[in-house]
């Protein structure tokens, strides 16, 4: 089956086709991304009204993009799916809006994505995996492990109780003077660091609940770096490498507690998986590595692009729900908050 997928919920247009095998196998067609982070540099962060227009003007040359690309017509889609939620809203509705026009005009169902179960089900896109299996979701808004049981069931093992991990990265990339996105930035001047000059504190470590915290270490490195400004370069590669191998510590200790819980709760999982931005953090990637190692668990890593914000996961997650008949009225609801696992129309509750 073919499925367009359209992903406006923060700062990245996307459209994508993906092929669902009946084998359940994944096959990208196409997957267009533009990013609009030169929109918002200036502003240091996502500026909704910014990213909202820069997706109505973007969107539709986007998708005649996409479908080129996949060298079909609309005709030949067995579905249109987007990402109705979470996100900044102005964004969301775009990309809903759109996605119901295909879907009408091309008389094809509509499916109404989840943007963080799209996350959480993409290493399915890139390779087989059964259910259950373990998933840290590390992006600029979303720092949670998960255990996802189906493609409709996930359950939320843990979560961070103040920033994210991608938020932390962005925030001493901010206090560093080093351009937006501070993720990257971040990762490239740890290379060149010390990780051992600063001793960051590395917070919630040991703590039984898998959760996370990390505002007091962004705070702690915005402390050292007062206390030794003006900063050389040294110092910002050093303060960059001290606070990574705080963070990459901390995602260690809380994914093992995470595990734990998983097991105890839902017997071994089929793999161990990372999604999100922050995915893309080679350091981290590498502590994944061990923690499967340890635990015997088979790692899957989607590559870098497909962890970042995409229209792909979004087409995916549409297949796997159509291919079980999970479709959606076209006045469905776009959610600026929608946590994974709750269906559409619930009122949501909590972030
Ligand atoms: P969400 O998906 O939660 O709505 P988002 O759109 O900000 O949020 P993504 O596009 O998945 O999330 O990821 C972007 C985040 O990933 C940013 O915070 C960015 O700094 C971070 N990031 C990207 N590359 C790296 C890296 N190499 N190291 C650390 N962080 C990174
Ligand atoms: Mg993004
Ligand atoms: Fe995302």
């Not at 890139?126 to 600029?140: D, E």
């Not at 479709?327 to 709750?342: E, F, K, V, Y």
Request: glycine share 10%.
């Amino acid at each position: 089956m073919l499925v367009l997928g359209l992903e406006t919920t923060c700062d990245e247009t996307s459209a994508a086709v993906v092929r669902r095998h009946e084998d359940g196998r994944g096959e990208i067609l196409s997957n267009v991304v533009l990013s609009q982070v030169s929109a918002h540099a200036e502003y240091g962060g996502v500026v909704p009204e910014i990213a909202a227009r820069a997706h109505v003007e973007a969107l539709d040359g986007i998708v005649a993009q996409a479908m080129a690309e996949a060298r079909i017509g609309f005709s030949h889609l067995n579905a249109v799916a987007a990402a109705a939620g979470p996100g900044l809203i102005g964004g969301v509705i775009v990309g809903l809006t759109t996605a119901k026009a295909i879907a009408l005009a091309a008389g094809k169902p509509l499916v109404a994505v989840n943007h963080l179960e799209a996350h959480a089900l993409s290493p399915r896109l890139v390779g087989k995996l059964g259910f259950p299996y373990c998933l840290l979701l590390v992006s600029g808004g979303h720092t949670q492990i998960v255990a996802v049981l189906d493609v409709d069931r996930f359950e939320r093992l843990g979560t961070t109780i103040d920033d994210a991990v991608g938020e932390a990265f962005d925030k001493v990339g901010k206090m560093l003077s080093l351009p937006y996105p501070g993720g990257p930035r971040v990762e490239a001047a740890a290379s060149r660091g010390n990780p051992r000059r600063f001793a960051f504190p590395r917070p919630m470590l040991g703590r039984h609940e898998p959760d996370f915290s990390l505002s007091g270490l962004k705070t702690a490195v915005r402390l050292a770096a007062e206390a030794i400004a003006p900063l050389s370069e040294t110092d910002v590669a050093d303060l960059c490498a001290s606070f990574q191998a705080a963070v990459v510590e901390v995602i260690e200790d809380r994914l093992r507690m995470g595990l734990r819980l998983f097991g105890s709760r839902f017997g071994k999982p089929k793999g161990l998986v990372i999604a999100g931005g922050v995915g893309a953090n080679k350091a981290i990637r590498a502590a994944l590595d061990r923690i499967a190692a340890e635990n015997a668990l088979r790692l899957l890593m989607p590559p870098a692009s497909l962890c970042t914000d995409n229209g792909a996961i979004i087409a995916w997650a549409g297949a796997e729900r159509l291919a079980l008949g999970m479709t959606d009225d076209l006045d469905c609801p776009p959610r600026a908050r929608w946590p994974l696992g709750l269906p559409l129309k619930i009122e949501a509750t909590e972030p």
